[in-house]
T-cell receptor, first 112, second 115 residues
Framework: AQKVTQAQTEISVVEKEDVTLDCVYE???????LFWYKQPPSGELVFLIR??????QNEISGRYSWNFQKSTSSFNFTITASQVVDSAVYFC?????????FGKGTMLLVSP | DAGVTQSPTHLIKTRGQHVTLRCSPI?????VSWYQQVLGQGPQFIFQ???????GRGNFPDRFSARQFPNYSSELNVNALLLGDSALYLC??????????????FGPGTRLTVT
């Protein structure tokens, strides 16, 4: 069975602070994919990144960066210089063959 | 190109009633998946269909059923509604439905309230 744990339920920061969202996963699959999605108040899930289990390179996209560590089964997400528009619920997800398993999400509140 | 569309946007039903939710995938996508997202939780997988065949089913009671039509659109049906069925129902479409490279694109969801 697959499992994704996002231990942080809610994080509050002030604009321009850096913030890291944690994600720990469990799977028996040797090939799997990890995802991060953003869900603004409107409800639609917005895809942010996909990582396969063979690619442990960290990735940076603008203010976003992701740290994948297979040894600790973690796929953490950092937002640098946070902005109010970053306020949303962020979900980490894991996919083996076909089914996406989501974590419970971390609500990020960025205040001005 | 249009994204994944879902209808209706919002729905209010009473306990015991039946509901049908609809989803149209992105053009060219042959797989549709349904997820239930209860308030404060992550989406939970309900069903996946590919080429009109059920490919996967999550841990949901038989009151939940779905089907996919020849044009790849899909319906999710829930019978004998319970208060606990109140949730955001998300539809996702993808090209083939398997493999991590098969990206799932989510629709805006249908918010179902059962009173």
């Amino acid at each position: 069975a697959q499992k994704v744990t996002q231990a942080q339920t809610e994080i509050s920061v002030v604009e321009k602070e850096d913030v890291t969202l944690d994600c720990v996963y469990e799977t028996r699959d040797t090939t799997y994919y990890l995802f991060w999605y953003k869900q603004p108040p409107s409800g639609e899930l917005v895809f942010l990144i996909r990582r396969n289990s063979f690619d442990e390179q960290n990735e940076i996209s603008g203010r976003y960066s992701w740290n994948f560590q297979k040894s600790t089964s973690s796929f953490n997400f950092t937002i640098t210089a946070s902005q109010v528009v970053d306020s949303a619920v962020y979900f980490c997800a894991l996919r083996g063959y076909s089914t996406l398993t989501f974590g419970k999400g971390t609500m990020l509140l960025v205040s001005p | 190109d249009a994204g994944v569309t879902q209808s209706p946007t919002h729905l209010i039903k009473t306990r015991g009633q039946h509901v049908t939710l609809r989803c149209s995938p992105i053009s060219g996508h042959k797989s549709v998946s349904w997820y239930q997202q209860v308030l404060g939780q992550g989406p939970q997988f309900i069903f996946q269909y590919y080429e009109k065949e059920e490919r996967g089913r999550g841990n949901f009671p038989d009151r939940f059923s779905a089907r996919q039509f020849p044009n790849y659109s899909s319906e999710l049906n829930v019978n004998a509604l319970l208060l606990g069925d109140s949730a955001l129902y998300l539809c996702a479409s993808s090209q083939v439905g398997t493999g991590g490279n098969d990206e799932q694109y989510f629709g805006p969801g249908t918010r179902l309230t059962v009173t």
